[in-house]
């Protein structure tokens, strides 16, 4: 059990410090409000997983596993397809001022 906590404590502590590492770069304030939105989903996530992972008996706990880890997948998939958007649809907003400039 204490395995399990540890790597939990772990893990939330690295994506705690990618956080905070890529909050203080450049960003405009819509890629902001997603990473932030993104990150409480994946703390509340997280936090209903350990709490349900701590009460279950042992072999249920076997059988959390899989909820969890498709659960951290989806919120990462979310977080990468999200930034990703973001980034295109800005692109394209910056190249039809461009062409609005240029006409």
Do not use: H
């Not at 997603?34 to 936090?47: D, K, N, P, Q």
């Amino acid at each position: 059990m204490a395995f399990f906590e540890l790597l939990f404590a772990g893990g939330m502590i690295y994506l705690l410090y990618r956080f905070v590492a890529s909050w203080f770069l450049r960003r405009p304030p819509s890629e902001r409000s997603f990473m932030f939105r993104t990150l409480l989903i994946g703390v509340l996530l997280a936090f209903i997983l350990l709490v349900a992972f701590l009460f279950a008996p042992n072999k249920a706990r076997l059988l959390l596993l899989l909820p969890a880890l498709l659960g951290i997948s989806a919120v990462a998939k979310l977080w990468r397809d999200g930034r990703a958007r973001m980034r295109r649809n800005a692109e394209r907003d910056d190249a039809f001022e461009r062409m609005k400039r240029v006409n």
